[in-house]
């Protein structure tokens, strides 16, 4: 052979070894398990229950992506991450998908080998008070003391929305959210600030009588819990994008986990593309036209999952707000099918 032509063929082998390396989908098929990192907090988001199993919000996630690529699932491994080390272990390859209430910024995606597929659920900040200081939201506080966290996000919002409000806003600053707790429920301070699902939890779990606070209903910070995959397969990141989709589009069309196979054979030609029962929509970017009928099996739609988790029956129940689809007045949406 021509040097020119081994030249080529060696160029063609190194294409093809990046490639293969960077297929996620044909290494989690491979390996027979989906490699998820999450947070094990103890949060309705991800939990590690006395008998073993993982549940949570974002852990229904990983198990409808199981369930569309390998068929089942319950083939997870779950890993907990810390969020100082969460990002990190996504771009070495430790990880196949990263659900741990991370949000997506520039800089993170700049910083390393990642990116964030799209928010799976959005919160943002607010601010939990004593309901004896006599307000039921943030403009009516004229006064007050606030336990902040150090070097805090919240902190940074609150004292800006109470320049906006024109309220005199005394900062104590403490060590750790147990302190700021300590601070609320003691009555040394009047409010507390910082992610709204921390609030609800802290709010049920942690006050004696939660019925004295109110967490006021305007948010201080809007931003969402993004799903994130590593910035080396396109194929891999539009297959857990169009889940999270899917999810969403199951919602809308009123598919569920308990109709989803009348669904498929009924003679909506809308729903029946979605679930893989007519016309080629997926293509090459999933397994198999059933795949995500499959996921919806496993954990049902957006809403069902946001309702078992976060409902009136919830570990902690918190209003949908934002998290609605945008057709009911929230925020979530997902692109049509063509």
Known sequence: MKPWGLALAAALLLLAGRAAAGDTLARVQARGELVCGVHNGGSPLSRQTAEGPWRGFNVAFCRALAAAVLKDADAVRFVPVLPENRLDRL????????????GGTAARESA????????????GQKVLARRDLGA????????ATACLVKADTAQRNLRRAAR?????????????YRMAVE?????RCDLLATDTLALHIIKARFLGRPDDYVIFPDPISRGGNSIAVRADSWRWFKLVRWLRNGLVLAERYGITRANVADRAADGNSRTRRLLGAEGAVWGDLAPDARWLRRAIAAVGNYGGIY???FGPDGAVPVPRGPNRLVRDGGAIRAPALP
Do not use: K, N
């Not at 601070?183 to 009555?187: D, I, K, P, R």
């Open 307 to 309: 309702a078992r988790y």
């Open 112 to 123: 390393r080998p990642v990116t964030f597929v799209t928010p799976w659920l959005l919160f």
């Open 164 to 176: 906006t409000h024109g309220i005199d806003l005394r900062v104590e600053t403490v060590a750790s």
């Open 136 to 143: 039921e939201r943030l403009a009516g506080v004229d006064a």
């Open 183 to 187: 601070g609320l429920a003691s009555g």
């Open 91 to 102: 771009a070495a390859g430790d990880l196949d998908v990263l659900m741990s209430g991370i």
